[in-house]
Nanobody, 127 residues
Framework: QEQLVESGGGLAQAGGSLRLSCAAS????????MAWFRQAPVPGKEREFV??????????YYADSVKGRFTISRENAKFTAHLQMNNPKPEDTADYYC??????????????????WGQGTRVTVSS
């Protein structure tokens, strides 16, 4: 069992920046791919993929909507993953969730590719 705790959400200005962090409880973090998903606070909106990083940190993947603006990274020594959000837009407003995959799995783009989830942190981007 692994617990994930997100932090860093809040209010951001469009064009500014915000950094989300995800702290994992266990050492297995170092062998799990990590990802960020988001869900807009709109009825019927599904959780969507934002970014993912392999457990080695070598490979990263991004949704087209955030490519070039967001950066996912990880610090294995600190059991922490990050999502640097540069130039956020109002349409990035959502609850952001970090997730970790099964041991040694490659990163996936779907929620069912991930085993453990954090509680989420809300990001609100004002124009």
């Amino acid at each position: 069992q692994e617990q994930l705790v997100e932090s860093g959400g809040g209010l951001a200005q469009a064009g500014g920046s915000l950094r989300l962090s995800c702290a994992a409880s266990g050492r297995t973090f170092t062998t799990r791919a990590m990802a960020w998903f988001r869900q807009a606070p709109v009825p019927g909106k599904e959780r969507e993929f934002v970014a993912a990083i392999s457990w080695t940190g070598t490979n990263t993947y991004y949704a087209d909507s955030v490519k070039g603006r967001f950066t996912i990274s990880r610090e294995n020594a600190k059991f922490t993953a990050h999502l640097q959000m540069n130039n956020p837009k109002p349409e990035d407003t959502a609850d952001y969730y970090c997730a970790s995959a099964k041991l040694f799995d490659d990163p996936g783009l779907c929620p069912y590719d991930y085993t453990y989830w954090g509680q989420g942190t809300r990001v609100t981007v004002s124009s």
